[in-house]
Structures are given as C-alpha cells and as structure tokens.
C-alpha cells in the first residue's frame, strides 16, 4: 500500500527580477529600523523600570518580615523567660511540698505518741 505523495510543506516562490517586486516606501528601511530600535528601547527602559521596582518591593517585603520575626520573636523570647520563671517556680513549690509533708508526718508521729502516752497514763491511773 503506497501512501500518494503529498506535496511538500513549502511552496517554492518564483524569484522576482527587481523590476517586479512590490515597491517599498523606503528602500534603506530607516523607518522600519528606527520603530523597531524605539520598540526594543522602550522595552528595555520598561523592563529596568520594572525590575527596579521589583527589587524595591523585595527590600520592602524582607524588612517587613524582619520586623514581624523581631515582634514574634520578642513574644517568644518573653514566654521563654516567663517559662523559666514557672518552672523554677514549681520547683521551689514541689520542694515546699515535700518539706512540709516530711513536718506533718513528724507532727503525726509526735501526737501519736502522745496520745498513747495519755492512754497509758489514764490507764495507769484507773488501775490504782
């Protein structure tokens, strides 16, 4: 099965003697030359513009950062600090705790003795 050929993609064009081609308005193309040259300046000039603008805005953007990272960072410093404080706090509250605790067991100790002292001595005494 042979596939017809197809005709190639480009056309040849017929080479025009001078005398044929389509005049132009220019023949130099200075005109053509000089838009296309303030075209490519005006772009140039727009794109250093943006550009420039785009990096004022980046310095803007990371000090604007800064600033909130220094403000955050502020708070948490003063929540450490604070933590700090709490924790040491406890500390000093669980070791209160357990002294006063070793005291009220004493207490309890010597108040039971000394009621079983005032047990033996009642009985003591009702025995005589």
């Known amino acids: 099965m042979n ?3 197809r005709p190639s993609a480009r056309t040849r064009r017929p080479h025009l003697p001078e005398c044929e081609k389509p005049p132009q308005s220019n023949p130099t193309g200075n005109d053509l030359e000089s838009s296309l040259l303030q ?11 943006l550009r420039e603008t785009t990096e004022k805005a980046k310095k ?13 960072n502020g708070g948490v410093q003063e929540s450490f600090v ?13 070791a209160s705790i357990v002294r006063f605790m ?18 033996v001595v009642f009985i003591n005494s009702l025995q005589k």
């Open 3 to 5: 596939s017809p050929q």
């Open 60 to 72: 803007e953007a990371a000090r604007v950062a800064d600033l909130l990272v220094d403000k955050v």
């Open 39 to 49: 075209i490519f300046t005006d772009h140039h000039h727009t794109s250093l513009r």
């Open 82 to 94: 604070n933590e700090k404080r709490i924790e040491m706090e406890i500390r000093s509250l669980a």
């Open 102 to 119: 070793k005291q009220s067991d004493q207490w309890l100790t010597a108040t039971h003795s000394i009621n079983t002292a005032i047990k």
